[in-house]
Every structure is written in C-alpha cells, then in structure tokens.
C-alpha cells in the first residue's frame, strides 16, 4: 500500500523559511518522481514543482527561486524548503507521486499559513 505523508507546516511570518517534509512507504521510491501541490482556501490545487527520479527539478514561477526541492532515497522523503514566505503561499501543501499503475497517490497535506 502506497503511502504519503507530508510533515513540517505551521505558521511563520512574511519572509520566514519553512521545510516540508514527505516521506513514501509502500513504492519503489528511488525510481519515482514526485510532485509538490498547494491549495489555497477556494482556489483549486495547483501544481508547484516536481522532482524526478534523477533530481531534476521544475518550478512553477510564482515559487521559483524562493523553494527548493531535493530527495534523499536512502531516507525515502523528498524535502521542499520554503524562502522568503509570502501570504499568498498560504495553503495546504500535498505531496503526490505516480504508482506503477499510473494512480495518483496524495499524502493528506500540511498546512502552511504565512502571516503579513
């Protein structure tokens, strides 16, 4: 069984660095891709970067520059750490990957909320 589980939200203040963690059980880890999603409240859940099996790395631009994504495959989890936090990175952050089967698997989310 696929699992995601995303740690490390809470609330810091304008220009504060938080690091996400998500940690994969049940998955070939070394091999996967992952994907960092937000959803902010009454916004739909939107891409903000991904992280392949070989460390490549893709941004969106409103994250670009301030978040950083890495992988440690001997520990299983991916890390996002967030720069210079704005209020409008305020979200629940989701960490998703693709099984085998092609089925999307989301860990149940992290809130980070960035007071100005």
């Known amino acids: 069984q696929v699992q995601l589980a995303e740690s490390g939200g809470g609330l810091v203040q304008a220009g504060g660095s938080l690091k996400l963690s998500c940690t994969a059980s049940?998955?070939?880890?070394?091999?996967?891709?992952f994907s960092w999603y937000r959803q902010a409240p009454d916004k739909q859940r939107e891409w903000i970067t991904s992280?392949?099996?070989?460390?490549?790395?893709n941004y969106a631009d409103s994250v670009k520059g301030r978040f950083t994504l890495s992988r440690d495959n001997a520990k299983r989890t991916v890390y996002l750490q967030m720069n210079s936090l704005k209020p409008e990175d305020t979200a629940v952050y989701y960490c998703?990957?693709?099984?085998?089967?092609?089925?999307?698997?989301w860990g149940h989310g992290t809130q980070v909320t960035v007071s100005s």
């Open positions: 998703k990957t693709v099984g085998a089967n092609g089925q999307d698997y």
């Open positions: 992280i392949s099996s070989g460390e490549s790395t």
């Open positions: 049940g998955i070939s880890f070394s091999v996967k891709a």
